[in-house]
């Protein structure tokens, strides 16, 4: 059974980054061919993908928050990171981990981010 936990900080200042790290047990995140997404729900709104880190390593990114994200990883513990800069109000939401670059089988139980000063 592959479980995901997100973790960081529930509070971040306008203008800072936005850093949290899915640990993921039960599976490995370099195992072909699996994909590791983040995704967000802000407060009324609805689902919306952010970006994936590929098996391999490689990433992909939302367009609309391509120039703001960015997705590493840390294999040896079996960890993947989203990055978020320059935050707004905006990008207050719950931020959920993922197995699956479309469709996804596995999710962490989401963290609140809120930003505010």
């Known amino acids: 059974q592959v479980q995901l936990q997100e973790s960081g900080p529930g509070l971040v200042k306008p203008s800072q980054t936005l850093s949290l790290t899915c640990t993921v047990s039960?599976?490995?995140?370099?195992?072909?061919?699996?994909?590791w997404s983040w995704i967000r729900q802000p407060p009324g709104k609805g689902l919306a993908w952010m970006g994936f880190i590929a098996y391999s390593g490689s990433t992909y990114y939302s367009p609309s928050l391509k120039s703001r994200t960015s997705i590493s990883r840390d294999t040896s513990k079996n960890q993947f990171t989203l990055q978020l800069i320059s935050v707004t109000p905006e990008d207050t939401a719950v931020y959920y981990c993922a197995r699956g670059g479309v469709a996804y089988d596995y999710w962490g139980q989401g963290t609140q981010v809120t930003v505010s000063s």
């Open positions: 039960g599976g490995s995140i370099t195992t072909s061919y699996f994909y």
